[in-house]
């Protein structure tokens, strides 16, 4: 309990006026047993399938950083909006959504944002996988466009190097900062080989260490593309989230060129990766403080956007 309330402070502290139009308790009155219910579904979740805790977090990164954080990720094709972002990189956890949702709807029909339900659900995420817990404004609402297109141009790619890094989150109104506190993220959930087979072949990226990538070699053998082998994103403690993530980096052993960019680029992310290397309870307040501060972009609120009923699908 004191690493909670020190971890939740400590972010309390960090977190950016950029959140102002959320807000804190949004749900007390309207339906004060919203995020009991949510944590409720996400804890069962995860516990009978613990690789939902990143699937989750990942979710609520790919909404935020594609249009905003407006649900627009859940959205399914239809012939009005053609081939929304769930059609352009496949991910996990859609039904798992449906089933909170749900759940919320049961008890409080057609008041809580399937943005919202994103936001807490990652925070949720974070409490099973990492042991931390953090306070998320509220008052999101749901958008009612979502385009496969705008997801390439948004997502930073596994490929890119620190600059293209720091572009793409500055582009979001992320700082250094929150760049290297959420990659932290990497320290649970799989990777796909073909995101980082460059550093494999033909020849090892001199930046890997040696016996990691042996490891990865025998993972995912060089040949076909549609043999895309799956492997944990951390060799330790693939399961639990913390700053494991960074040393692995120090380590090398990390598995995306952007991962192993945090160490050879400008805007001392090299440093912030020793700092956080160093000190799990400072990471943890950093990463929840850019959580609240990423779940903050471009969001919808007021009369902006709706509380649909059914996250899949807008109510119109």
Known sequence: MKLILMVAFQAMSLISISTASLQYNFYGSSC????????NVVYGLID?????????LRLHFHDCFVMGC???????PTKANGSPEKTAIPLRGYDAVNKIKAAVEAVCPGKVSCADILAFAARDSVAKSGGFVYPVPAG????????????????????????????SFAAKGLTVDDLVALSGAHSIGTAHCSGFKNRLYP????????SYAAALRA?????????DGVVNNSPVSP???GNQYFKNALAGRVLFTSDAALLTGQNDTAEKVRENAGDLTAWMARFAASMVKMGGIEVLTGARGEVRRFCNVTNS
Do not use: H, K, Y
């Open 32 to 39: 004060p047993n919203a995020e009991q219910t949510i944590s």
């Open 48 to 56: 009978a399938d613990p690789s939902m805790a990143p699937a989750l």
């Open 70 to 76: 407006d649900a627009s990720i859940l959205l399914d």
């Open 140 to 167: 999101s609402r749901d958008g009612n466009v979502s385009s496969a297109f705008s997801v390439f141009s948004s997502i930073p790619s596994p490929f890119f190097d620190a600059g293209e890094l720091v572009q």
């Open 203 to 210: 020849t090892v990226d001199a930046s890997l260490d040696a």
């Open 219 to 227: 993972a995912c053998p060089d040949g076909s593309a549609a043999d």
């Open 239 to 241: 399961a639990t989230l």
